[in-house]
């Protein structure tokens, strides 16, 4: 038997009861490679100085083929979070806590969960108490949770412990606020928690940098700072890239599958987007500062390296001086570039760009959330000093798309025809830019194409209502938007049913078949007609044959049907 991988000067285990790790089981032997991930990963794993260990397509992989998946290390509370449940992670009031380590805890059952029962040992083992002071706002003990479980992983699974160590922490980079939080963290979990034999200052710091650089948000909960993050070992090894080629989903056991969203060549890179799907049409300099203070490094992908960002200037700005062209970085990976007009080739100091384009980002701020009117304002300014395609011309449009058929007063019943069209306009111009810089199914383009259904879907209704159209052009039409729907229930219907990007999914395959149905039980009509007819046409469409009494009779008792089948 080999020895107890972690122990006093006696040679005593410091290990509670019954978790015992051998020295053997402690790391691998060799660096990791994509065979001890599994057999039938697409990808293996590459070294270089600049970005650490990196996957490329081990061949050629095509869209939609799955690449890997991947479990979390752990999961547990973001940064901020308030009080929550260490099983189930359900906000808590204090009511019933843990009766060996006494957190906070929702009930009995949740005490037995395997991630807390491990850390509930250790906290008993090594005496820790811990009084949580308040439930109704954010409390710092919880941002040591997840750094804890990870740390935990040296005892009871080694190997990944192992592997979550050789991940980058970019530590030299923290400003003196995170500094100072990252000093509150480790005295934390080393005093109050009682682990200063266990583990070291350094360790725990290389831990909560790594957190910091490469854990994922798993769940958006509804309510403030109840958010959960999880580390994917695996996964964290893809560098970012601000044109992805693949696209993560997190399932309702929080594992990740990683598609193909785009080709990928053999010996390519295989790389993610960090940011949200809606900060993807977002512009360089935004994108670069954002990952430079969330993740502590500078992203030179190619997008970034290209000031055109692939043709969609959706960083361009209106010259001023030849009234004719618009202003881009000259580097764009430098913050201080100057910016030059494409036309007249006039250059301004990237400090001016900066406070122009920072005015419109304080106004969009300053909207209330369906002030629909303010937008619309803010949307017509803009147009006369950014190019149609800026980001901050594109966000506005992104806000009105979620209001219009999503917020109460704006429900899509409500909406009058020429709104319908401005939303599915809007809905059209994004999904031209994420073609480009969000390729292939990505979330981005399912979500785009959920919010378009809707409003054409209404569109459409109100033609046949309005018997602008016949029946056979209706259902012409309510088959081409189940073919996007099914789109649609491809890109997020694999998606936790508990985020906003699942319940999308799941409506639009509730919808799909209520389509379904209604073109079946319509088509088993218009065949009855066409049967029936000599001219099939003459009954559908807004004409009709007879008196022009008889004709308008008809035509309203028609209206009235198509309103009802509509309703």
Not at 2 to 11: L, P, Q
Not at 124 to 133: D, G, I, L
Not at 186 to 192: M, V
Not at 346 to 358: C, F, G, P, R, T
């Amino acid at each position: 038997m080999g020895s107890v991988f972690r122990g006093d000067k006696a040679g005593h285990s410091l290990l509670p009861p019954g978790l015992v790790v051998h020295e053997k089981d402690a790391h691998f032997d060799h660096d990791p490679t994509a065979a001890d991930h599994g057999t039938d990963v697409l990808y293996r794993i590459e070294k270089s100085d600049s970005v650490g260990r990196y996957m490329v397509a081990s061949r050629d992989i095509f869209p939609g083929e799955v690449i890997f998946t991947d479990q979390p290390a752990c999961v547990g509370p973001d940064n901020s979070s308030k009080p929550m449940c260490l099983g189930c992670f359900s906000k808590v009031n204090g009511s019933y806590k843990c009766p060996g380590c006494k957190w906070p805890m929702c009930r009995e059952s949740c005490t037995r969960i395997p991630a807390h029962r491990a850390e509930c040992a250790i906290f008993q083992s090594r005496k820790a108490v811990v009084n949580v002071p308040w439930f109704d706002k954010p409390c710092a003990y919880y941002d040591a949770i997840l750094p804890m479980r990870i740390l935990f992983l040296k005892w009871y699974n080694p190997k990944v412990y192992r592997l979550v160590t050789l991940l980058m922490d970019h530590n030299d980079h923290l400003d003196e606020v995170s500094a100072k939080h990252r000093k509150r963290v480790i005295d934390f979990i080393l005093k109050t928690c009682r682990l200063s034999k266990d583990f070291t200052e350094e360790e725990v710091n290389h831990v909560l940098g790594i957190l910091t650089v490469n854990s994922f948000v798993v769940h958006d909960h509804e309510e403030d700072n109840l958010d959960l993050i999880g580390l994917y070992p695996w996964t964290s090894l893809m560098s970012h890239h601000c044109i992805a080629n693949t696209k993560i989903t997190t399932r309702e056991d929080f594992s990740y599958v990683c598609q193909a969203t785009t080709l990928i060549h053999e010996g390519q890179e295989i790389v993610t987007s960090y940011h949200h799907y809606h900060y993807q049409l977002y512009g360089t300099s935004y994108r670069r500062r954002d990952l430079k203070g969330t993740w502590s490094f500078e992203c030179i992908c190619k997008r970034c390296q290209d000031p055109t960002e692939s043709g969609t200037l959706v960083s361009g700005v209106f010259c001023d001086s030849c009234r004719d062209g618009y202003l881009l970085p000259t580097h764009s990976t430098d913050f201080e570039s100057p910016w030059r007009c494409q036309n007249c080739f006039i250059q301004l100091k990237s400090a001016d760009i900066e406070a122009k384009v920072k005015k419109f980002e304080d106004e969009i701020d300053e909207i209330k959330g369906t002030d629909v009117e303010g937008y619309e304002k803010l949307l017509r300014r803009m147009k006369y000093a950014l190019h149609e395609n800026h980001y901050w011309i594109l966000d506005v449009k992104r806000r009105l798309i979620d209001i219009w058929g999503n917020k109460p007063g704006f429900e899509t019943y409500k909406l009058s025809k020429e709104v319908l069209e401005k939303k599915i306009e809007y809905c059209d111009q994004l999904l031209e830019m994420t073609a480009k810089l969000s390729p292939g199914p990505s979330e981005l383009r399912g979500y785009l194409l959920w919010q378009s259904h809707g409003a054409q879907l209404r569109l459409t209704q109100w033609k046949w209502i309005r018997m602008r159209i016949n029946t056979i052009q209706y259902l012409e039409q309510l088959l081409k938007l189940t073919d996007r729907l099914k789109e649609v229930v491809t890109i997020l219907g694999p998606i936790r049913q508990d985020s906003d990007e699942g319940q999308m999914g799941l409506s639009a395959k509730e919808e799909l078949q209520t389509l379904e149905r209604l073109i079946f039980e319509m088509s088993k009509h218009r065949d009855t007609i066409l049967a029936s007819n000599k001219h099939p046409l003459s009954r559908l469409g807004s004409a009709g044959a007879g008196s022009s009494r008889d004709s308008s009779i008809e035509d309203s008792h028609r209206l009235q049907r198509r309103k009802s089948i509509c309703l």
